[in-house]
């Protein structure tokens, strides 16, 4: 199956606002991060349902919003959810977006970048559209150091790329972007039971639900052009 009709099957089940929940717990810290000013344009990658975009709109009066995503039903949830003229959303593949060079002032993107085919070329893409001193804002939960995300490449067709921390830092390096910061957010809103409600179907024990929510969380790698 690939990411478009994984996505697809996904929107048309309502599954999109499920993850527009679930991702909201951290992605808020990573878009109050973004040096994002008034009429700045911001390219969300992997959009979804486009919360991220509505948000900035809605807080930091940013200029020019579009997201990308490679599923048109997720497209076309996202601009049935959005009113507002200075968002748009595409349709467009991560190995070739669809910008000028150096057209873009912040890139975000949330639990999307693993799926991308090719890491290495979509890290030269974001460096290509981004102007001289724009970031990259990138988050993920599924990645080497978070061990409870690993056996989630078994539950979907599509096939993922699972990095360490230092193999973040070490692509954008590759690619152009100076490394900024990088560190994990952790989600404090996933309520965690008592300990004697474990063993659960995805936890042996509390400790290790707490080491994945409030230890692990999401994994977030800023980096910034410098040309």
């Known amino acids: 199956m690939s990411v478009r009709e994984e996505f697809d099957a996904w929107a048309a089940e309502g ?7 679930r991702h909201w717990h951290t992605a808020k810290h990573v878009l109050a991060r973004m040096p994002v000013e008034p009429g700045d ?3 969300d990658l992997g959009t979804g349902s486009g919360y991220a975009l509505r948000a ?5 009066d940013a200029g020019p919003c579009y997201g990308l995503d490679g599923s048109p039903e997720m497209l076309r949830n996202a601009r049935d959810y959005t009113d507002d003229d200075g968002i748009g959303f595409l349709r467009g ?3 070739a977006l669809p910008f000028a060079t150096d057209s873009i002032d912040h890139v975000f993107s949330m639990e999307a970048f ?6 290495p070329h979509t890290l ?6 981004l102007r001289p001193g724009g970031t990259a804002h990138i988050a993920v939960n599924y990645y080497e150091e978070n061990v409870h995300s690993h056996e989630w490449q078994d539950f979907i067709d599509i096939e993922m790329t699972r990095w360490s921390g230092p193999e973040y830092r070490e692509a954008f390096r590759e690619a152009g972007l100076a490394v900024a910061a990088q560190d994990t957010i ?5 309520e965690i039971p008592p300990a004697d409600a474990f063993p659960t179907d995805e936890f042996e024990t509390r400790e290790a639900m707490v080491k994945r929510y ?3 969380g999401t994994l977030l790698t800023v980096g910034v052009a410098t040309e």
């Open 186 to 190: 952790p989600d404090r809103e996933v």
């Open 93 to 95: 593949d991560f190995d």
């Open 15 to 21: 599954k999109d606002r499920g993850m527009e929940d």
């Open 114 to 119: 693993y799926y991308a085919s090719d890491p």
């Open 56 to 60: 900035l709109r809605d807080t930091n």
């Open 124 to 129: 030269e893409e974001i460096t290509r559209v």
């Open 214 to 216: 409030r230890e692990l």
């Open 41 to 43: 344009t911001v390219l």
